[in-house]
């Protein structure tokens, strides 16, 4: 890989956009702020990164109950994702979806759909739709260890693979489905193994390692896009925070913690691009300064912004079709 092949710098900046928001949410929801609940994807930000940097505005993303670090990385805009965390009426759901639903289908990024596994036949359907009407449009479906092992995992991936349709499955093993470890869910040691059965490629990659996964997902979602069919990545990483809101994490010792905390994916990526002679010490300063900032606006344009007005409730919910003659 030559230095200027891959958008390093980018991604450093959206991997720091992710963390940073998400521990501001954190400190919010900790002070009464933001209602409802709230499950972090800190330490797996290389995961969304290193996808969506190969997607276009036009490619769609599917999510989970963890889903603001796939916006972000697909271009929903942070400000209206805290907005919705606030549930004013300039969120990307206008309030109606909160933490667990986060999407603007403008930049092709669903309201995340926080059923487990719900979303993999969904991303079917899309892709489906996206191959009948022509396009090359690819669909890209997040989801976790935990949902590999619902029956909507085996009915999504048989679909996608006997109709090639163009889809990424990326199954993010972080090792945990909330406290249950995959050592006690699974008799195999890679879930990618799985893609066998279905007839499509499966992958294995560090899914700490934003290169590795940029690399992988690229290959894939150009596969798809040359109508040859999906393909399931594993991304191996783990959560560097609690399942949701208040998680005492006794499921795991601090040992394995501090293991995974040592392969933090976003110091580990500015120490690389220093080597690399791509930053210095002030470059990435400012790449925090003006992440920083970024995060303060999306704040106050949360608390600026209205809440939504009672008559507002059965907007957008009902879709009723005139007939015609
Ligand atoms: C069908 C279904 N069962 C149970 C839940 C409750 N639940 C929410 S998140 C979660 C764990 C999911 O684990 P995983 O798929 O590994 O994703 P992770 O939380 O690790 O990102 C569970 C059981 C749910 N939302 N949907
Ligand atoms: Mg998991």
Request: net charge negative.
């Amino acid at each position: 890989m030559s230095k200027s092949d891959i958008p390093l710098l980018d991604m450093y900046r959206t991997m720091l956009t992710i963390r940073r928001f998400e521990e501001r949410c954190n400190y919010l929801y900790m002070q009464g702020r933001i209602p409802s609940t709230l499950h972090l994807y800190i330490g797996q930000e290389a995961v969304a990164t290193g996808v969506c940097a190969r997607l276009s505005p036009e490619d769609y993303a599917l999510s989970t109950h963890r889903p603001h670090g796939h916006a972000i990385a697909k271009g929903v805009a942070p400000r209206t994702i805290m907005a919705e965390l606030f549930a004013k009426s300039t969120g990307c759901c206008q309030a109606k979806g909160g933490s667990m639903h986060v999407g603007d289908v403008n930049v092709g990024m669903f309201p995340a759909i926080a059923i487990v596994g719900a979303n993999i036949p969904i991303a079917a359907g899309i892709a489906l739709a996206a191959k009948r009407l022509g396009t090359d449009r690819v669909v890209v479906c997040f989801f976790g260890d935990g949902a590999a092992n619902e029956g909507a995992f085996h009915e999504g991936m048989n679909m996608a693979a006997i109709w090639d349709l163009p889809v990424v499955y990326v199954c993010e093993n972080n090792l945990y489905a909330a406290s249950t470890s995959v050592s006690v869910a699974f008799k195999i040691e890679d879930i990618a193994d799985r893609a066998a059965a279905y007839g499509m490629p499966g992958v294995v990659v560090d899914g700490n390692d934003v290169v590795g996964v940029y690399e992988v997902a690229g290959e894939a979602i150009a596969r798809a896009r040359r109508g040859e069919g999906p393909t399931l990545i594993e991304c191996k990483t783990y959560r560097l925070c609690g399942h949701s809101r208040s998680d005492p994490r006794t499921y795991r010792s601090k040992e394995e913690e501090a293991l995974w905390e040592s392969q933090d994916p976003i110091p580990n990526l500015g120490e690389r691009l220093k080597a690399m002679d791509l930053a210095t010490d002030e470059t990435l300063a400012a790449i925090e300064r003006e992440v920083e900032a970024l995060v303060d606006e999306a704040v106050a344009f949360a608390e600026e912004s209205p809440a939504p007005q009672p008559t507002d409730a059965l907007n957008h919910v009902f879709y009723t079709r005139v007939q015609e003659g």
